[in-house]
């Protein structure tokens, strides 16, 4: 009953709208118990029933009665008009009080108490330390009529009930019922998003990733909406991107599954006689199947990276050794396809990493330079140093990279030329994705820059790590 979060806001808006009315309305009540408010209508009361009483104890009155009959006449006041009566004699002694049994000590001080003060009205305490306030009325032969009532407590505020605190209580109802209107909308406008956030948060984890959300509601709800907006963004890239690469990888397999199975059958079905014939389906089919083992081995490194399960040695590389030898497996093949090779590197400070990861690196851009490069074109590779980074550089002199490619060639099975699927010396383009994260791996980056029609430069910026650094970082980019 009380787990939605929009109940919860209204319970909470209750109870603090209960206690700020609550403390609000004890504290006018001290207020009003000290505040001179009270005592002022008490005095207007008296003077009020004085008023009533002068015809009356104007003539003979109080005056001509007998003693016998003065304390009768005291206590039919007292119950007329709900104060206590007490007649004073001219030396401040009782002569009546109707109520005897709330002791008032006579003599002088009373005395002193009628006579000399102007206007008749005043403070005074019983033999119980009870404070009574009085209104006086002078009568003939020296005697005074006092009328008294105790001072106003909090139990006898509700004589005032009609002329102030009803509005008061009145006005307090108002106030929460108001508060009640405002906390349920205010819990509607907060809660309302947040359901709308839930039902589609439910309808992403069934597939469909169409679901937006309005930035409607207080601004961490915006904030909310926002970040869910584009996570189901990522999320949908990321499902099309899985999809995209099922569909890259299928494509990858059937086009060598296709020809080793073409050139299986017809050596199979006796299609292949001769010894030239039978060489060159054997030739297809172990590059084919040499093809298929890298592709393997690249998606196993793509997912063992992915899954944080490759552990990267730390041990001293030297660069410039480790690089010339790539350089050297490639001296022959850049030679067959007429490109210059050229190793420009100088000396290079030594570095903490993993050399067979980095010398992975190296041969796919070493590799794709120079198949990239046209005859009689230059591949360059040199570097330099500075400022605790190593950064090497691989230049060809090929057809360039367009603009609208080059933000996305580390990505997997991203190839600029389409046109080369399907040629001998085409990739899968996995190589730079792969190589994308053993750099970052080792905390370092490689980018791309290039000019269509003059040709590319990547460089792999490198962290001179010393050995008690914990830069590298294992298995995961």
């Known amino acids: 009953m009380f787990r939605s979060l929009r109940t919860r806001l209204l319970i909470t808006y209750f109870l603090i709208t209960g206690l700020v009315l609550a403390l609000v309305g004890v504290s006018f009540l001290l207020f009003l118990l000290n505040n001179p408010v009270f005592t002022q209508l008490t005095y207007s009361k008296l003077e009020n029933v004085v008023d009533t009483l002068n015809e009356g104890l104007s003539g003979r009155g109080l005056t001509a009665l007998e003693a016998n009959r003065l304390q009768e006449a005291v206590k039919q006041i007292d119950l007329r008009f709900r104060v206590r009566a007490i007649l004073v004699g001219p030396r401040g002694e009782i002569l009546a009080d109707s109520r005897l049994g709330e002791g008032l000590e006579a003599g002088e001080a009373l005395a002193n108490l009628v006579q000399n003060q102007?206007?008749?009205?005043?403070?005074?305490?019983?033999?119980?330390?009870?404070?009574?306030?009085?209104?006086?009325?002078?009568?003939?032969?020296?005697?005074?009529?006092?009328?008294?009532?105790?001072?106003?407590?909090?139990?006898?505020?509700?004589?005032?009930a009609d002329d102030v605190l009803k509005p008061i209580l009145q006005a307090g109802?108002?106030?929460?019922?108001?508060?009640?209107?405002?906390?349920?909308?205010?819990?509607?406008?907060?809660?309302?998003?947040?359901?709308?956030m839930s039902k589609a948060a439910l309808a992403v984890a069934d597939g469909d990733y169409r679901q937006t959300l309005g930035l409607n509601g207080p601004k961490e709800v915006q904030n909310l909406a926002n970040s869910f907006n584009a996570m189901v963004h990522k999320v949908q890239t990321s499902q099309q991107v899985q999809r995209d690469f099922l569909a890259n990888v299928s494509h990858e397999l059937k086009t060598p599954l296709t020809s080793i199975q073409g050139f299986a059958q017809a050596m199979l079905d006796g299609a292949v006689t001769d010894r030239e014939a039978r060489d060159n389906a054997a030739r297809v089919i172990f590059e084919e199947s040499d093809r298929l083992r890298r592709l393997v081995e690249d998606l196993l490194d793509l997912a063992r990276i992915d899954a944080g399960q490759i552990e990267f040695k730390r041990q001293p590389v030297d660069l410039r050794a480790l690089l010339s030898r790539v350089v050297d497996k490639f001296v022959l093949p850049a030679k067959e396809k007429g490109v210059v090779l050229e190793n420009r590197l100088d000396e290079l400070p030594p570095m903490i990493g993993d050399g067979d990861r980095l010398a992975q690196v190296f041969t796919n851009l070493v590799d794709n330079a120079i198949k990239h490069t046209p005859t009689d074109r230059n591949v360059v590779i040199h570097g330099d140093h500075a400022q605790g980074w190593i950064s090497i550089h691989v230049d060809d002199s090929g057809a360039g990279i367009p603009n609208e490619d080059l933000s996305r060639i580390f990505e997997r099975f991203y190839q600029v030329d389409k046109a080369r699927r399907g040629r001998k010396d085409r990739g899968v383009g996995l190589g730079l994705a792969i190589s994308r994260q053993i750099v970052e791996a080792h905390g370092g980056r490689i980018v791309a820059q290039s000019a269509v029609g003059k040709g590319s430069r990547f460089t792999v910026q490198l962290p001179i790590v010393r050995p008690d650094d914990e830069t590298l970082v294992h298995g995961s980019r």
């Open 173 to 196: 109802a108002i106030g929460l019922l108001i508060s009640i209107l405002l906390a349920w909308l205010v819990s509607r406008w907060v809660a309302a998003p947040l359901q709308r």
């Open 118 to 160: 102007e206007p008749l009205r005043g403070e005074f305490k019983d033999e119980s330390n009870a404070r009574w306030l009085w209104v006086g009325t002078p009568l003939s032969t020296g005697r005074t009529l006092i009328l008294a009532v105790p001072r106003p407590r909090l139990l006898s505020l509700r004589e005032y």
